[in-house]
């Protein structure tokens, strides 16, 4: 018999192609802000929050499909709210300044990896290579701290970084939702 906690696995198993969706906007992201760095500073507030808009909804998505399968769904709930938060408060003050940007965007990333760490933890007795949430995790608190680190570089800085954070953490997204694919293709077999 399975126990509430198995079962979260099968709900992330279930649905990966989340993650990879997740994983593709990120590289998308990330691909943008290299390959337009004349971008306004208004166009990259609404870049942002675009990304982190669709980024909380599919961690919401992701949280509610699988509520009635484990008990941890509150967490992933949470990361998805925060970037839901993070997406609306960019489109409502479209006129911030660009370090409380930078402080605004760190905070998030902070925030939405510490959650992460959080669900992988949870998870690694269910899943194998749960590590690569946790390294997904790692490197949004990572990006978030030199953010805070070095707020007067500027916001071209803040893009490059923002670039790279985002290729970065696709690729580990889409890394994981083909493992888990995976793993729900062997539990599927058992």
């Excluded at 805070?148 to 790279?164: E, F, H, N, V």
């Amino acid at each position: 018999m399975k126990t509430p906690k198995m079962l979260m696995s099968d709900a992330i198993s279930h649905n990966w192609w989340l993650l990879l969706i997740r994983g593709l906007a990120a590289i998308a992201f990330g691909v943008l802000a290299w390959l337009v760095p004349g971008v306004t500073l208004a166009s990259l507030i609404l870049l942002f929050g675009a990304y982190a808009l669709v980024d909380g909804i599919l961690g919401i998505y992701h949280a509610i499909a699988g509520r009635k399968m484990h008990e941890d769904w509150v967490i992933m709930l949470l990361w998805g709210i925060v970037g839901v938060g993070a997406g609306i408060l960019t489109f409502l003050a479209p006129a911030i300044t660009a370090l409380v940007l930078l402080f605004y965007i760190a905070a998030w990333a902070i925030a939405k990896g510490v959650l992460e760490i959080v669900v992988a933890i949870r998870l690694r007795k269910e899943i194998k290579d749960e590590w690569l949430m946790v390294l997904g995790g790692l490197l949004s608190v990572v990006f978030g701290v030199l953010l805070m680190a070095w707020p007067g570089t500027g916001i071209l800085t803040l893009l490059w970084l923002l670039g790279i954070y985002a290729i970065a953490f696709g690729v580990v997204l889409v890394v994981l939702a083909f493992r888990v694919r995976g793993f729900g293709e062997q539990l599927a077999k058992a």
